[in-house]
């Protein structure tokens, strides 16, 4: 996959997207980021990426020159594909899993982190999603992009060790991930449930599956109201 970040500050990219498991899927070639800051795209002898806003009113915003050049060099260099530019705007759609899993699918992502009060609106004319990390204000986009980028390259083929680990995290399967225990079975007198030490494979994943629907009721019951539940598991609720 090959991710496009436009951001005024490069540098925030560096450490966070060269470590652990992204870090890795660069290495193995499986994943192509290309950070550039937009700000060398202006073509004002200042290199200014804002302005007052038309009418008046509080900050300053994004100009679209800076971002439409730096848009269309990336996309010229790739004539053939038609990436998924993502708008990052705490007024945009919320981001889950969900879109992760859509992002995942693309050959490309192209992710402009705004600052500022806002953008120029002509600037979302070149965009196909806008896109909040969450119902709160960031600073800019950065932090938001790089965590759309983590939860998105991990779903990728190959970028995890075991790829049946992102099919069971909690929010893919639409109930949270029950509980699990590794060794020492006794630590300190809190021990392991006795059903997963004792091999009844068919026991554990009932044992699992009820956990993981105590866990979702408990923590999360709007994603229980929007999960299909079995006839077996509606029993055990009403227990
Ligand atoms: N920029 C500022 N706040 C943001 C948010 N919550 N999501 C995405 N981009 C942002």
């Known amino acids: 996959m090959r991710i496009d970040v ?3 500050f490069p540098r925030m990219f560096e450490g966070p997207m060269g470590e652990s498991i992204i870090g890795k899927a660069r290495d193995k070639g499986l994943l192509d980021i290309r950070v550039s800051n937009f700000r060398d795209f202006s073509d ?3 290199q200014t990426v804002d302005d007052y806003p038309y009418g008046g009113g509080a900050g300053m915003l994004l100009k679209v020159q800076p971002i439409f050049d730096n848009i269309e060099a990336i996309k010229q260099e790739r004539p053939e594909v038609t990436p998924r530019v993502i708008l990052l ?7 889950d899993q ?3 899993e859509e992002f995942s699918k693309e050959e490309q992502l192209v992710f402009i982190c705004g600052h500022y009060e806002g953008y120029d609106e002509r ?5 196909t999603d806008e896109v909040s990390l969450g119902d709160y204000v960031l600073t ?5 992009a790089m965590v759309m980028i ?4 991990r779903l990728l083929p190959d970028v995890l060790g075991n790829n049946l680990s992102a099919q069971t995290d909690s929010h893919s399967t ?4 029950h509980p699990q225990y590794t060794r020492p079975a006794d630590f300190r007198g809190m021990k392991v449930p006795e059903v997963l030490t004792n091999g009844n494979h068919k026991l554990i994943e009932e044992w699992q599956t009820k956990e993981s629907l105590r866990r979702t009721y408990l923590r999360r019951p709007d994603m229980l109201a929007a999960y299909e539940l079995t006839p077996q598991m509606e029993k055990w609720l009403a227990e």
């Not at 705007?89 to 981001?95: L, Q």
């Not at 983590?150 to 390259?153: E, F, G, L, R, S």
């Open 6 to 8: 436009l951001t005024l």
């Open 140 to 144: 800019g986009g950065e932090l938001g």
């Open 44 to 46: 004002n002898k200042h």
């Open 174 to 177: 639409g109930l949270l991930e």
């Open 123 to 127: 600037i979302r004319t070149l965009v």
């Open 89 to 95: 705007d705490p007024a945009g759609k919320k981001f």
């Open 150 to 153: 983590d939860a998105t390259v």
């Open 98 to 100: 969900h879109m992760a």
